[in-house]
């Protein structure tokens, strides 16, 4: 266990770094060094709060998530590692309609909205996941999802997918059998709605 949470520590600051690099005043000469200590303030203060939400984050808290019904918690335990944590600020874009994404969101806290050609659609919260359907069929997002309020969630990647497949073939078909029943449910949904607003042809 104290191996796989220093992976996931290693990783996401890896990640994390990788996302948000501070300009280097010495090669590019494009800010002074109390900007470059401001910015490593910055990184350093955001990435410790990172760190405790992944110290916070436990295999029960994602059981309430149906992409993992049916996995045990030591299932989900061996998954999280290589799971990716990712925080927005308020208004920031996350999937953008018409562009491609291959990742399912899974929100830990905080709210965002879903929109299709600037109409909102819906909220989603903590608890809630979106993005299945861009895994499942590789095309571009049907939606935009942006951020309400600070928000933190969990991702699997299709890469992530890989992985958890080369690691455990029975929790990666359980994982593609929820997506495909979440996806299903999402379908069914949007088809009643339209059937109760379409006219009646007579």
């Known amino acids: 266990m104290i191996f796989e949470t220093t992976r996931s520590v290693v990783s996401n600051i890896l990640h994390f770094f990788r996302l948000k690099p501070y300009k280097n005043a010495f090669l590019y000469g494009s800010c002074s060094i109390i900007e470059v200590i401001e910015q490593l303030y910055f990184n350093t203060c955001r990435f ?7 110290i ?5 808290n994602l059981q309430k998530y149906s992409l993992f019904g049916g996995l045990t918690e030591d299932q989900i335990g061996s998954i999280i590692p ?3 944590q990712e925080e927005f600020a308020p208004d920031e ?8 994404n291959d990742k399912v969101y899974f929100i ?19 608890g809630d996941a979106f993005g299945e359907m861009e895994v499942l069929d590789v095309m571009p997002a049907v ?22 497949y080369n690691m455990d073939v029975k929790a990666f078909s359980l ?16 088809d ?6 379409a006219p009646i042809l007579l």
């Open 48 to 54: 410790l709060i990172i760190l405790l939400t992944l």
């Open 56 to 60: 916070m984050i436990k295999p029960s």
């Open 82 to 84: 290589i799971m990716e």
């Open 93 to 100: 874009m996350i999937i953008t309609e018409g562009k491609t």
């Open 108 to 126: 830990i806290n905080g709210q965002v909205s879903v929109s299709k050609k600037d109409v909102l659609l819906a909220r989603f919260s903590e």
């Open 143 to 164: 939606a935009s999802i942006k951020a309400v309020s600070p928000v933190t969630m969990m991702s699997i990647s299709n890469k992530t997918l890989r992985a958890i």
């Open 175 to 190: 994982i593609i059998m929820n997506l495909a029943r979440d996806m299903s449910r999402r379908l069914r949904k949007t």
């Open 192 to 197: 009643e709605k339209i059937a109760s607003t």
